[in-house]
C-alpha cells in the first residue's frame, strides 16, 4: 500500500514551457486534490475532485487545468508556466464511508520556473 | 468562504514546556477541524483532528479544544520534546463540502 505518490521530486521549467504533474492513490479515496504552498501562505487549493471524471476550483486555480480520468490518477497541468508558479505542489486524497475525510498527503513535487 | 487565523506564526519554547497554537475561523457551518504537522522537507500528517459535536479531544500529549460559538479551536502539546519542532497548521471543512481551508502554519521550536 504505497498511500499517495506524485511524479516528479523535482522539476525546473522555462517560463512559457508545459508540463503535467502526476498524483496517484491506492486507497480507492473518492476525493482528490491539489495543493500549492508557499513560504508564509499555508497549504492554498488549487482544484480537486469529488469523483472520477469529476473537477472543481479551488481557491487559486488560475494558470492550472486539471483531470481525473481514473478514480486512482488526479492529473495537474501548466500550460505556460511562469515565475510566479514557482512552489511546492502537494496532492492528497480523501473519502472512504469507513474512513470519512481525512486528507492523505503525497511527497510532494518542488517546481522552479525560470 | 470559509477563513482560517492561525497564531503565532512562531513559537520557541524549552523542552519540557507546553506549547498553545490558536485558529479563528468565520463559517459557522464548519464541523470539521483537523492539526497536521510537517516536518521541513516532508509532508503534511494529521496528528489529531476535532468534530464540532465535542469541546475536547486528547491523544497522549496532544489535545485540541473547540469553542463554536466563539469561532475558535487550539492545539495544545505537553511535555515538549525537540522532536516537536516543525510547521503545524490548522483547517476547517464543513464536511459536506469536502474541502479544507489551512490557516498560514505556526513554526514551533523546541530547545533542549
Known amino acids: 500500500n504505497a498511500g499517495v505518490t506524485q511524479t516528479p521530486k523535482f522539476r525546473v521549467l522555462k517560463t512559457g514551457q508545459s508540463m503535467t504533474l502526476l498524483c496517484a492513490q491506492d486507497?480507492?479515496?473518492?476525493?482528490m486534490y491539489w495543493y500549492r504552498q508557499d513560504p508564509g501562505m499555508g497549504l492554498r487549493l488549487i482544484h480537486y475532485?469529488?469523483?472520477?471524471?469529476?473537477?472543481a476550483k479551488g481557491e487559486v486555480p488560475d494558470g492550472y487545468n486539471v483531470s481525473r480520468l481514473k478514480k486512482q490518477n488526479f492529473l495537474l497541468g501548466l500550460e505556460s508556466a511562469a515565475p510566479s508558479q514557482t512552489s511546492v505542489y502537494f496532492c492528497?486524497?480523501?473519502?472512504?464511508?469507513?474512513?470519512?475525510?481525512?486528507?492523505?498527503f503525497g511527497p510532494g513535487t518542488r517546481l522552479t520556473v525560470l | 468562504g470559509e477563513n482560517v487565523e492561525q497564531h503565532p506564526s512562531t513559537l520557541s519554547v524549552q523542552e519540557g514546556d507546553s506549547a498553545v497554537i490558536k485558529c479563528t475561523y468565520s463559517d459557522s457551518a464548519s464541523n470539521y477541524f483537523p492539526w497536521y504537522k510537517q516536518e521541513l522537507g516532508k509532508r503534511p500528517q494529521l496528528i489529531i483532528d476535532?468534530?464540532?459535536?465535542?469541546g475536547e479531544k486528547k491523544d497522549q500529549r496532544i489535545a485540541v479544544t473547540l469553542n463554536k460559538t466563539a469561532k475558535h479551536f487550539s492545539l495544545h502539546i505537553t511535555e515538549t520534546q525537540p522532536e516537536d519542532s516543525a510547521v503545524y497548521f490548522c483547517a476547517a471543512s464543513n464536511a459536506g463540502y469536502s474541502t479544507l481551508t489551512f490557516g498560514k502554519g505556526t513554526m514551533l521550536l523546541v530547545s533542549p
Open positions: 475532485s469529488v469523483g472520477e471524471g469529476t473537477t
Open positions: 486507497m480507492n479515496h473518492e476525493y
Open positions: 492528497a486524497s480523501s473519502y472512504t464511508p469507513i474512513e470519512g475525510d481525512t486528507q492523505y
Open positions: 476535532i468534530r464540532s459535536n465535542v
